[in-house]
């Protein structure tokens, strides 16, 4: 939607100031998040575009998850701003961020095992037919419709009635990414989605990632591993301790050093350094055979 009332003699500078097709859907200026006293996060510029897949990378504890609990209003950030369309929004709680069109893919997806991949497709949002008091589910629309959104995305299975427990991780991945693009997703979070995923299956979540995409969503992708971030990627943002250490386009970064930058170049380095060290110890300083029997007399015995 444009602007109507950028006109006139300002006309302009309104219009460098109303929010454009180039303006992100979700972006993160300078925003961090503090647990009390402890700082998560500080000083993270972020933009999602529509069709474009942003990747968050970092090590354990870098601050992954804090960032996306801030963009899918479980958190609220306490430094910096947080805009939705070019407006600073606060969200109090996910509902908000999901009126807005940010939907989030939990790794331990929200689903009912034993209830039909379509009863699933649906859980919260379920159809109804027939005027009140005689008000029922419509069992055939649902079916008809998760069959249709699954298909859309390429996803095909057998049977829409079989309990989603018994689809793979990946399949479940790619039936949660349905759905919350069936549901108007306009920003999807996908919090490390093939962390417990052999190569096939993250190959087959990484496609739908691309089909999202290719839909026009502006993807969130967090992951620990370079090489999948790469094969879908436009964007990269590499945490560490909290902060952002590399923010690059893709045609500005090559996969070896993205690989580096994850793996931190320098102290990996350092460590390969420690087990060489390690490796060639001096073996006049190593205990003797007989100190290491059980039993043996300790020094302060
Ligand atoms: N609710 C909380 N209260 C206090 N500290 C927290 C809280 N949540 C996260 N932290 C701290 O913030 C830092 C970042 O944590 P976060 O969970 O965002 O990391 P992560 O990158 O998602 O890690 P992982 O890869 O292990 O999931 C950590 O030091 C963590 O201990
Ligand atoms: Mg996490």
Known sequence: MTSTNASGAH???????????????VELREAGKSYGNIRALHGIDLKVHPGQVTCVLGDNGAGKSTL?????????????????????????????????????????????????????????????KG???????????????ADDELRHMGIVLDDLEQPIGTLSGGQRQCVAIARAVHFGARVLILDEPTAALGVKQSGVVLKYIAAARD???GVIFITHNPHHAYM?????????????????????????????HMAGGAELAALKHELAQVRGVDVEELPEEADLQVGAPQPND
Do not use: C
């Open 11 to 25: 006309g302009a500078i309104l219009e460098e100031r109303a929010p454009t097709t180039d303006t992100a859907l």
């Open 68 to 128: 996306i609990k801030i963009v899918s209003g479980l958190h609220q950030h306490t430094e910096g701003e947080f805009l939705v369309d070019g407006h600073p929004v606060r969200f109090s709680t996910p509902r908000e961020a999901l009126d807005k069109g940010i939907a989030t893919v939990y790794q331990d997806l929200a689903t009912v095992p034993l209830m039909p991949v379509w009863r699933n497709f649906f859980l919260g949002s379920e159809l109804t």
């Open 131 to 145: 005027p009140w008091p005689v008000r029922r589910l419509d069992i055939e629309k649902m079916k008809q419709t």
């Open 215 to 217: 839909r026009g969503l």
């Open 232 to 260: 879908v990627g436009d964007h990269f943002s590499v945490l560490r301790l909290g902060t952002m250490e590399l923010s690059a386009e893709r045609n500005r970064i090559t996969l070896e050093e993205l690989t580096n």
